[in-house]
């Protein structure tokens, strides 16, 4: 069978994108749509991250997009031709620490996570996004890139 892009794909196998991923979020326990601004005086801070090992083609970016939702955080993720997921995440700073931690040793069910590096932590004094997206700019490393 092929998807809505023409591209092939094994039976069976079904995207995680736009209703998937709401579907997926409300299993977690959790609802879609990131708020815009926090109330109050709740100390905001932005990470920027990449993710070694197996993260391409496991789902990862559908996983980590629905993961940030759930926490409430704001950014974007993507592939990269090296083989990773690099991304940035906004929002409360315990929510972004929480982040943190699922992306150092969750991930998708089908991932293998070799290492986190955090490119950048620090406080801002504003979100510089409205919403968690996934930049689809770059599909795939090469197969004989993947996991490295």
């Known amino acids: 069978p ?7 794909r094994p039976p069976g196998r ?18 879609p749509g990131a708020p815009q601004t926090l109330v109050g ?8 991250f990449t993710v070694h090992g197996r993260v391409q083609r ?7 997009t629905a993961q940030a939702q ?6 974007w993720c993507k592939n990269t031709p090296e083989g990773t997921v690099t991304g940035v995440v906004e929002g409360e700073a315990a ?9 150092r040793t969750t991930g998708s069910p089908r991932s293998r996570i070799d290492r986190l590096e955090v490119l950048a932590h620090h406080p801002v004094p504003a979100l510089s996004f409205a919403a968690f ?3 689809r700019s770059y599909g795939h490393a090469p197969r004989g890139r993947k996991g490295r």
Do not use: C
């Open 2 to 8: 092929r998807g809505s892009d023409g591209r092939r």
């Open 133 to 135: 997206s996934v930049d």
């Open 58 to 64: 496991v789902h990862f970016r559908d996983y980590t």
């Open 70 to 75: 759930l926490l409430g955080l704001v950014g």
């Open 41 to 48: 005086s709740q100390a905001l801070s932005r990470l920027s």
């Open 95 to 103: 929510a972004v620490a929480r982040m943190e931690d699922w992306l």
């Open 14 to 31: 079904i995207p995680l994108r736009g209703r998937a991923v709401v579907a997926l979020l409300a299993a977690m326990g959790g609802t």
